[in-house]
């Protein structure tokens, strides 16, 4: 059986080994040439559809050093090592003005995943709920 | 038609007088004229039978796409003809192509109704095309004014929105189109949207002439599909779709279509160019009240944007559906199986793609063109592309695109998610390494391979499709070369 790199892959580079401490410093560099702001974000509930992470920062619009950003990364590994952690660059240049990158750098210990319940609705329509397994519990004992 | 040379306009009562008079006589060559902003500028390549001069057939193609009828008409007299008249102003010699030459031609805003792309393209490609006095007759290009594209929605979701949907930012989008296109049943189709989903691609996609045939009616294609889309959405973590196709034989059906892949939660669907400028437009206002992304299929754009003296150029075509608002349009690849000159590519990905889009004859593009805030819409590159030429489809097509590997995840020797897979770890690798400042253009097999290392079905499809690329020389080409300039 034909089995994924792993059971969460949002992100540019999930499908690729986790990421080294210096390969995330070259892509912060890199955002960091493009003039878009770097940000730390966290979650204990990965759902695709969850917009919104918790911030750990604002996003660095006047920091210009990949490595005072890298080091926010490792303030936020810190304090939530066992929940996923993911950095965005932000383009604020017209016709944009939203993310130009997204990469995870952080995943819990043990991913369970995520579940599909089926409802059977009208005819043979059938509605789909996907949860992750962790948001089960109330925040704070999820991983 | 006569040889013109040195006719001029006519006015008043001479110009009136009943009878057939040349087209440059009857005010439709004003080489003085200068274009308003308001104007609608259209550039024709024009290829006159013998013995017409370039000025008459440019004045004749003008009068032909406004209001010249065969022969003189006084009723021209009760209407303020002079502004209803288009104006050829400009003509100018093809490089290397003696019996052709280009010429430009300004139309009123007033010609046209708002919002209508049937309307415009009543007018301008509507009777002009067949006339005789041209041999052949290519529209090159188009500039449209601001005010005129104000009348236009565009795209419903738009490429930045979309991406914003889909929580994909930084890299290509990747797809691939189900195979075979014809005999699948609905369930053993929503197998294969599963294993390449799963598998690490963000879409599947139905095939053009993917309707409602007898080996399979639409609502089970539909509700199959969506099993596999959300099967592969708890999978992965990631939003996933499926360019669930809609194309029908009338509005309606196409609407309750539209309507049950909305219902079933897609987020996604899909229409044919060949259902028509006034059908596309419609789907495209109903996507735009269903939070839904608008997929347009270029199924027969060939049979006239191909061949290089006669028909629409693509890039006409990708601004028309800009305006009549789709989210994605296939334009081509480059190194795939279908025509595809890259400077002619880059043309129309510009087009669709950018906010404004400078005049760049070694692109195609003969005018300087404003979107007025026009979303962008997504390029689609698909046909006959494969892992193995990542970082020539990065180079030349960019970031802003779908990928869409048909037979090169389908047809991987391990299997679908495994052809998935390897196209989603040849991509982010290559992203990585162009983001990390290598010169990823040179050195991508060495990158491919490197990757390849941990990921066994990726070293398969670069075995399997190593030596696989389709040089062809392009029928569709640009005219002019690029200057080259000295280097500072």
Known sequence: MHENPRNMTQGQFSFLP?????????????AISKGWAVSVEYTDDPHPRNSYWEMWCQPMFDTKDAAAVFMEVQEC?????????????????????????????????????????????????????????????PTGKRY | MSKATGSKELTGATRYKSGVLEYKQMGYWQPDYVPKDTDVICLFRITPQPGVDADEAAAAVA????????TVVWTDRLTAADNY????????????????????IAYDLDLFEGGSIPNLTASIIGNVFGFKAVKALRLEDMRIPVAYLKTFDGPPTGVIVERERLDKYGRPLLGATTKPKLGLSGRN???????????????????????SQPFMHWRDRFLYCMEGVNRAAAASGEVKG????????????????????????SVIIMIDLVIGYTAITSMSKWARKNDMILHLHRAGNSTYARQKNHGINFRVICKWMRMAGVDHIHAGTVVGKLEGDPLTVK????????????KKLEHGLFFDQDWASLKKCMPVASGGIHAGQMHQLIHHLG??????FGGGTIGHPDGIQAGAEANRVALEAMIMARNEGEDYLAKGPEILAKAAKSCKPLQHALDTWKNITFNYASTDTVDFVPQATPAR
């Open chain 1, 18 to 30: 986790p990421l080294t401490d210096d390969q995330i410093k070259k892509q912060i560099t890199y």
């Open chain 1, 77 to 137: 590994r810190k304090v939530y090592g066992n929940l996923y952690i993911k950095v965005n660059a932000f383009d604020n240049t017209r016709w944009r003005e939203s993310l130009a990158m997204s990469f995870i750098v952080n995943r819990p210990k043990v991913e369970p995943g995520f579940g599909l319940a089926r409802t059977e609705a009208e005819g043979r329509t059938i509605r789909y709920r996907i949860s992750s397994y962790a948001t089960d519990k």
């Open chain 2, 63 to 70: 009068g032909e796409s406004s209001t010249a009828t065969w």
């Open chain 2, 85 to 104: 008249r288009a104006k050829a102003y400009r003509v100018d010699p093809v490089p290397n192509a003696p019996d052709q030459f280009f010429a430009y």
């Open chain 2, 189 to 211: 189709y929503g197998r294969v949207v599963y294993e390449a989903l799963k598998g690490g691609l963000d879409f599947t996609k139905d095939d053009e002439n993917i309707n």
């Open chain 2, 242 to 265: 499926h360019y669930l196709n809609v194309t029908a034989a009338t509005m309606e059906e196409m609407y309750e279509r539209a309507e049950f892949a909305k219902n079933l939660g």
């Open chain 2, 347 to 358: 043309g129309f990905y510009d087009t669709l793609l950018e906010p404004h889009t400078p």
């Open chain 2, 399 to 404: 970031e802003d695109v779908v990928l869409q």
